[in-house]
């Protein structure tokens, strides 16, 4: 990777299925906060062989979309799209940080 761009891209897209949601919540400054599982399954290609991948992925929504998730069901099938970050400062577990959703299962969000 040569340019420095490259070297700093941190943008994820994931379909799943939601799986577990906690309440809707704000933090003292009024942002609204989501917390959530999604379930990921599929198969793809690594080193010309075929591999299925079965994962849950804790996902973060805040803002705006945080309302708009909490509309959604639990068994709903999503595609998320954001970014990869710390749960808390100092820790090494991820959390996805969803920027945008959309759910195929309803016609509008």
């Given at each position: 990777?040569?340019?420095?761009?490259?070297?700093?891209?941190?943008?994820?897209?994931?379909?799943?299925?939601?799986?577990?949601?906690?309440?809707?919540?704000?933090?003292?400054?009024?942002?609204?906060?989501?917390?959530?599982?999604?379930?990921?399954?599929?198969?793809?290609?690594?080193?010309?062989?075929?591999?299925?991948?079965?994962?849950?992925?804790?996902?973060?929504?805040?803002?705006?979309?945080?309302?708009?998730?909490?509309?959604?069901?639990?068994?709903?099938?999503v595609?998320?799209?954001?970014?990869?970050?710390?749960?808390?400062?100092?820790?090494?577990?991820?959390?996805?940080?969803v920027?945008?959703?959309?759910?195929?299962?309803?016609?509008?969000?």
């Amino acid at each position: 990777m040569g340019s420095e761009a490259a070297t700093t891209a941190n943008r994820v897209e994931l379909s799943g299925v939601l799986v577990e949601r906690e309440a809707l919540r704000y933090t003292p400054a009024g942002v609204a906060m989501l917390n959530a599982r999604l379930s990921h399954g599929s198969e793809v290609r690594e080193a010309g062989h075929p591999r299925q991948l079965e994962f849950e992925v804790a996902v973060r929504f805040a803002g705006s979309i945080a309302a708009r998730a909490d509309r959604l069901a639990l068994g709903e099938q999503v595609l998320v799209t954001g970014f990869l970050a710390p749960r808390r400062r100092q820790s090494k577990s991820l959390v996805l940080h969803v920027t945008d959703f959309a759910s195929p299962d309803r016609s509008t969000n």
